[in-house]
């Protein structure tokens, strides 16, 4: 039914009392309707609800939402959904159908909306014409619903992607607070036909609370511990997982540090000194420092051995880009802090974030065995990759 617009004042007034947008309560009660909502790419997707509804689907399907814009456009912003506002709306018309969830996967998608071009916006112009397909997708009425049929390709590739974010919390001793490992595995799969393929893990029992794509058949992994699916077509998220701190995660880097203030004097010592360890020999790399400073302080003086670094006197926020971290020389960064003269020493010390990439290492361990593939009698190209990079990664002092 229509809903009034005026529902979205309750949210309006929610990101008003939020001093971040990121702490916008992801469910709003209302009066009448249940406000949910997700933040990305400096966007808030809202959808409105009318009755009782696991909160969980409508998050998932929203950021489903962002996917395919991203998918779509190339990038999803504000300018680019307000050019393509009529693919827009046609889109969410296909991906949701009378309050449910119909097709949400890309490729299929793609076959009844096609993707704007340059020229088809221009011939749809002057026509009047959309971009609806002409006939339904041949994927949505067979049993693979996510893949179309007659799919061709002269080169047959796949290629895997296993991410891994690290969130963790250090505290002033070096010894580790929290640990706990994020991680996905991202598939682009061109392959001819109807292949079926199976993935199969060194270590499969290291992931816990794995969440699947709806291809993967999910018996053969409860029974077995191997994936076996007949994937989309192109890109696709295969399956996403949490290593929790259970089973030890490694922190793959760690920071010295001496930061002082003096009681009586309006100076401070400020030393960090970052270094790799548990990488397996893997080069830590895109290395980035923040900190924010107290508000006492006004100024900084320092050197970095490596890098750049920026102090604003404004926010008081220290950044320094460090960038690849060579193990025999370490990256340090020292030098003096002015604080304003009369104030006490500042209560507490600043925390520091970290951001950083390790190429072709899974900090987990998670290894992939191989891929096989049935069905089909090509040869196809095979190839995986592993990155580890920083969630939210906070070292106290």
Not at 291 to 302: E, R
Not at 334 to 346: E, R
Not at 381 to 390: E, L, S, V
């Amino acid at each position: 039914s229509v809903v009034s617009r005026s529902v979205c004042d309750y949210f309006f007034e929610a990101q008003e009392r939020a001093s971040e947008a990121e702490n916008v309560p992801p469910v709003i009660p209302t009066p009448h309707h249940y406000l949910l909502s997700v933040y990305r790419h400096k966007i808030f997707f809202v959808a409105v609800i009318q009755s009782e509804v696991p909160p969980l689907f409508v998050i998932e399907f929203l950021h489903r939402v962002v996917d395919t814009f991203q998918d779509y456009f190339g990038v999803c912003s504000e300018v680019m959904i307000k050019d393509n506002v009529v693919v827009v709306y046609e889109v969410l018309e296909e991906m949701l159908d009378n309050g449910f969830p119909l097709a949400t996967e890309s490729n299929i998608l793609k076959e009844l909306i096609k993707p704007p071009t340059i020229l088809r916006t221009v011939v749809n112009t002057i026509t009047g014409s959309t971009n609806v397909g002409d006939q339904l997708p041949t994927g949505q009425l067979s049993v693979v619903p996510w893949r179309r049929t007659g799919v061709k390709y002269t080169n047959n590739e796949a290629y895997f992607d296993v991410i891994e974010e690290i969130d963790a919390i250090i505290d002033k001793s070096g010894s580790t607070i929290t640990a706990e490992i994020q991680g996905v595995i991202d598939a682009c799969v061109k392959l001819t036909g109807m292949p079926d393929l199976t993935l199969s893990f060194m270590n499969p029992r290291l992931l816990d609370d794995v969440s699947f794509h709806p291809c993967v058949r999910f018996k053969r992994w409860e029974s077995e511990r191997i994936l076996s699916f007949i994937p989309p077509d192109g890109n696709f998220r295969l399956l996403s997982y949490h290593v929790s701190a259970q089973n030890l995660v490694a922190i793959p880097v760690y920071i010295k540090h001496n930061i002082s203030f003096r009681d009586s004097s309006s100076l401070g010592r400020f030393e960090i000194t970052v270094g790799p360890k548990q990488t397996m020999g893997k080069t830590v790399e895109g290395v980035m420092v923040t900190s924010q400073m107290p508000k006492s302080v006004l100024n900084m003086t320092l050197t970095p051995s490596q890098g750049t670094h920026i102090f604003d006197p404004v926010t008081k926020l220290l950044s320094w880009d460090v960038g690849k971290i060579n193990p025999q020389k370490l990256p340090s960064l020292k030098g003096s802090v002015s604080l304003q003269a009369g104030t006490s020493k500042p209560d507490e010390n600043p925390t520091i974030n970290l951001q950083f990439k390790i190429q072709q290492l899974a900090i987990s361990g998670l290894k992939v065995n191989r891929l096989d593939m049935y069905g089909e009698k090509y040869k196809p190209f095979k190839g995986i990759k592993y990155m580890t990079k920083a969630g939210k990664f906070q070292v106290r002092t």
